[in-house]
């Protein structure tokens, strides 16, 4: 799932200026998490969708 991750990453520094980490999961993970929260992970539908990855990682991040 490297290629993915590697292209999440890029997505989410573009959207907002982040500078994400990827780190090697167990076999067939693909989470994408703020601090311990798991806020987007691949599920028996697939991967999640760029804008939900994105939606979701606004959400969790503090405002202000």
Do not use: M, N
Request: net charge positive.
């Amino acid at each position: 799932y490297l290629p993915r991750a590697t292209r999440v990453a890029a997505l989410i520094k573009d959207a907002t200026g982040l500078e994400p980490v990827v780190v090697e999961g167990a076999r067939s993970e693909f989470s994408i998490r703020v601090g311990d929260r798991v806020i987007a992970q691949k599920s028996s539908r697939g991967f999640p969708a760029d804008d939900e990855i994105l939606s979701a990682l606004r959400s969790a991040l503090p405002t202000g």
